[in-house]
C-alpha cells in the first residue's frame, strides 16, 4: 500500500480519495520516465515527471469528474492565452485508459515554492500577494477575446451563474436540477431557508451592481500554489484551469482574497490585512477597475465561493461518497457566507471597498454580465 498523503478539508493529511500516480501508468501514457513528485492536492492524482531529460506535468482524473470533452473546454481557453502570451502551461497531450483521463503539460517555468503547502494557505509575503496580484490582471488582459459559452455542468467547476441571475432563486433550483448527485446531497439540509436566510441578503446588495460587468473567462483558483515563481519573487507561470468558466474579472479577483487573505483553517479566521492591499494594488497597478468591477468587488465577496461549494457537494456525495466532507462543504457554503455578516468579515469588505476605490477608474464600461448566460 502506498504511503502517499493527499491534503484534506483541514490542516491534517489523509489517505487520498484517488490512487496515487504509478510509475508504470504514467509511462504507459507519455512513454519510458519516471516520477520524481506526486502532488499532495486532493481532486485528482498528479505527478511530475521526467522524460528525456524533460519534465512534464501528468494529471489523472476519473470519468465521472472530467471527460475529454470537458477537459477541452479549459483546454481551449488555455491556447488562447498562450496565443496572447500569458505564462501558462501547454497541452501536450490528453489520453483515455479504461475510467481514466490523462492530461500531459509542459511543466512550466519556475519554482513551485508552495508546491507542498495547503491550498489555503497565505503569500509567504507581501511581496509575493503583490506580484500575485498583478500576474492575474495579466491574465485578465490576456483573456479579452475568448468568447467560448460557459462550462457544461460537471463536478468542481467554481462558475458565475446563480448570482449573477436577476432572480438567484429560481437559478439556484435550475442549478440543483443540472446536478441529481448535488439534489440527493442537498436534501439533507435545510438548503432553501439558509438560501434565504444568509445568501439571497447578500445578494440583494449585489444585485444593482451587476449589469455593467463584463463577461470574462477566468481562472477561479487563484491561489499561491497554483502559481510558479522566479527569483525575483515575481509570477512566472500559471498552474491549474481546472476550475476556471466564464464568470467575470472581479469574480477571480474576489476569489483571490477570499482564498488567500482569510485564513480559513486558522482558528477565528484571521484575515491578513496586508496582503488583501498587495494583491488589489498590483492588480489596479497593470488593469485599474471600472467603477461597475469597484462598486461590485466588495459586494461579490461573501458569495464568490458558493457555487464552487454546491459543487464540491455534489462531488463528495456522488463521486467520492464521504459524507463528512459533504457536511463540511455545505458548512463552508453557509458559514464563509455568514463570516461575512459579522465584525471581522464587514471589516474586511469595508477595506476592499476603500481599496477598490483608491486607484482612479479605468473609463471602459462593459456588456452587461447576462449576455454570457448561454
Known amino acids: 500500500m502506498s504511503s502517499h498523503l493527499a491534503h484534506g478539508m483541514g490542516t491534517e493529511p489523509v489517505a487520498p480519495d484517488w490512487p496515487p500516480l504509478t510509475e508504470a501508468e504514467v509511462a504507459d501514457v507519455v512513454g519510458p520516465?519516471?516520477?520524481v513528485w506526486r502532488s499532495?492536492?486532493?481532486l485528482s492524482a498528479a505527478a511530475v515527471v521526467e522524460r528525456g531529460g524533460r519534465r512534464l506535468f501528468v494529471k489523472r482524473h476519473h470519468l465521472s469528474v472530467r471527460t475529454p470533452e470537458g477537459l477541452a473546454e479549459e483546454h481551449a481557453f488555455l491556447r488562447h492565452l498562450r496565443e496572447r502570451g500569458a505564462p501558462v502551461v501547454e497541452v501536450l497531450d490528453v489520453a483515455t485508459r479504461q475510467e481514466w483521463v490523462y492530461e500531459v503539460h509542459s511543466a512550466g517555468l519556475g519554482t513551485d515554492l508552495y508546491r507542498d503547502d495547503l491550498s489555503?494557505?497565505?503569500?509567504?509575503?507581501s511581496t509575493h500577494a503583490r506580484a500575485a496580484g498583478a500576474a492575474l490582471a495579466r491574465l485578465h488582459l490576456a483573456a479579452d477575446g475568448f468568447e467560448a459559452p460557459r462550462r457544461t455542468p460537471q463536478p468542481l467547476v467554481a462558475s458565475f451563474t446563480i448570482f449573477?441571475?436577476?432572480?438567484?432563486?429560481?437559478?439556484?433550483?435550475r442549478y440543483v436540477a443540472e446536478r441529481p448527485a448535488l439534489a440527493e446531497a442537498l436534501a439533507d439540509h435545510p438548503w432553501r431557508a439558509d438560501t434565504s436566510r444568509v445568501l439571497l441578503p447578500l445578494f440583494e446588495r449585489l444585485a444593482p451592481h451587476?449589469?455593467?460587468l463584463e463577461p470574462l473567462w477566468t481562472?477561479?483558483?487563484?491561489?499561491a500554489s497554483n502559481l510558479l515563481w522566479d527569483a525575483s519573487?515575481?509570477?512566472?507561470?500559471?498552474?491549474?484551469?481546472?476550475?476556471?468558466?466564464?464568470?467575470t474579472a472581479v469574480h477571480d479577483l474576489a476569489t483571490a482574497i477570499e482564498r488567500n487573505a482569510v485564513q480559513w483553517l486558522q482558528p477565528g479566521f484571521p484575515v491578513r490585512e496586508q496582503d488583501v492591499d498587495a494583491l488589489l494594488d498590483g492588480y489596479q497597478s497593470v488593469r485599474p477597475l471600472t467603477a461597475s468591477e469597484s462598486a461590485a468587488l466588495p459586494e461579490l465577496l461573501p458569495l464568490v465561493h458558493a457555487e464552487f461549494a454546491l459543487s464540491e457537494m455534489g462531488y463528495f456525495h456522488g463521486?467520492?461518497?464521504?459524507?463528512e466532507n459533504t457536511r463540511l462543504a455545505y458548512a463552508y457554503l453557509v458559514g464563509h457566507a455568514e463570516w461575512f455578516t459579522g465584525d471581522a468579515g464587514s471589516h474586511l469588505v469595508d477595506r476592499v471597498r476603500h481599496r477598490a476605490a483608491a486607484v482612479p477608474n479605468h473609463p471602459h464600461v462593459g456588456r452587461p454580465l447576462s449576455d454570457a448566460s448561454s
Open 33 to 35: 520516465s519516471r516520477v
Open 219 to 223: 481562472h477561479n483558483d487563484w491561489h
Open 319 to 323: 463521486i467520492t461518497g464521504s459524507a
Open 40 to 42: 499532495p492536492r486532493p
Open 210 to 212: 451587476l449589469p455593467l
Open 164 to 173: 449573477a441571475a436577476d432572480d438567484p432563486g429560481t437559478a439556484l433550483e
Open 120 to 125: 489555503w494557505s497565505p503569500f509567504r509575503s
Open 233 to 247: 519573487g515575481e509570477v512566472s507561470t500559471v498552474l491549474d484551469f481546472g476550475m476556471s468558466d466564464r464568470t
